[in-house]
């Protein structure tokens, strides 16, 4: 047995083991719901198909062809591009709305998860200005 894409094997494997780890602890607790079993079914089937597709040579192959298509490696550039900007929008809202909770409430609380928001912030943009300067070096 030989793995041919390793990727797919590791993701299928952590899907396996999160899906085993989730169906014990629900059991352990002794409140196993069908939410619980939907999602446990869904990690194990999609794990239990990722391992069988890295373990096929061809269908290692089309995974690997699908992973280089050009237009999937916009789409994901894309679809990463847009969940960042949304995550700073979201998180600058929360962060606005924490202060004005402050500011009404007077909650100390409110006012360090705002910082922690704005501390999260500062790094995105640092991270993304930093990112830039070294892509752009690259080019």
């Given at each position: 047995m030989r793995i041919h894409h390793k990727k797919n094997f590791w993701a299928g494997l952590g899907m396996v083991a999160l899906g085993l780890v989730n169906l014990a602890l629900s059991l352990w607790r002794r409140d196993f719901t069908l939410s619980t079993g939907v999602l446990v079914g869904a990690l194990l089937l999609l794990g239990v198909s990722s391992?069988?597709?890295?373990?096929?040579?061809?269908?290692s192959q089309q995974d690997k062809i699908e992973e280089q298509d050009e237009r999937n490696i916009l789409v994901n550039l894309k679809t990463r591009t847009s969940a960042f900007r949304w995550t700073r929008l979201v998180s600058f809202g929360l962060m606005a709305l924490l202060l004005v909770a402050r500011a009404a409430t007077g909650e100390e609380l409110l006012l360090a998860i705002a910082v922690g928001l704005a501390f999260s912030l500062t790094?995105?943009?640092?991270?993304?200005?930093?990112s830039a300067l070294y892509h752009e070096s690259k080019n």
């Open positions: 391992l069988l597709r890295s373990l096929s040579p061809q269908l790094i995105s943009f640092f991270a993304e200005f930093f």
